[in-house]
């Protein structure tokens, strides 16, 4: 079972340093890994 769980993914925000958050890019990559 493979499983993928972000609250929120959004592109880079600097001007919030402890916002945890997946970048677009690393959420595209994920889901192109779980795809093959």
């Keep these: 079972m493979k499983i993928v769980m ?3 993914v ?3 925000a600097n001007n919030l340093p ?3 958050y997946l970048s677009f890019e690393n959420f595209c ?8």
């Design 6 to 8: 972000y609250h929120y």
């Design 18 to 20: 402890y916002f945890r």
């Design 29 to 36: 990559k994920q889901i192109f890994f779980f795809k093959n």
């Design 10 to 12: 959004r592109n880079n």
